[in-house]
């Protein structure tokens, strides 16, 4: 995994840079979330709109709503699809699992991509995507970090 600036790049996923999204190809749908720079340029999430399952997306298009300490704004479809799940049970149960966890239990959308054969090719992945995001994290100052988690008292 490649790290600059102490933002993790996970070199099995394809990213839509500009929209600071991540993308794992699954059977034939592909599961999305913020990257490191997303979550860290946010700080920490406290609300999820999701847009329903069923609903089909046009790529840059909002899948969900996100408001967090600092901002309120779209996650961007990185792909055409159909949204056939959404993680909303795993954010009540972990809110700040988006910022603690944003390429594993974070993941926010399932998408069946409906243009995938169109649209792939304009995400980038391995060597491009460390290379492009090395440089948007340079431009944009960013130094990520993940939420510290609150303990609970007993």
Partial sequence: ??????????????????????????????????????????????TLQFRRVGRTVERGHSLCTIESAKWVGPFPAPLTGEIVAVNAEGFAEHPLMVNTDPYGAGWLVRLRPTRLEREWPDLL??????????????????????????????
Avoid: F
Wanted: glycine letters at 8%; proline letters at 1%.
């Fill in 125 to 154: 992945t391995g060597e491009a995507a460390q290379t492009a995001y090395a440089a948007r994290i340079a431009e944009l100052e960013v130094n990520c970090y993940r939420c510290a988690e609150s303990e609970e008292a007993s």
């Fill in 1 to 46: 995994m490649a790290v600059v600036r102490g933002c993790e790049l996970p070199e099995d996923l394809a990213y839509d840079v500009e929209r600071d999204v991540w993308v794992r190809r699954d059977g034939g749908e592909v599961v999305c979330g913020m990257t490191d720079v997303a979550q860290t340029r946010c700080g920490k999430i406290v």
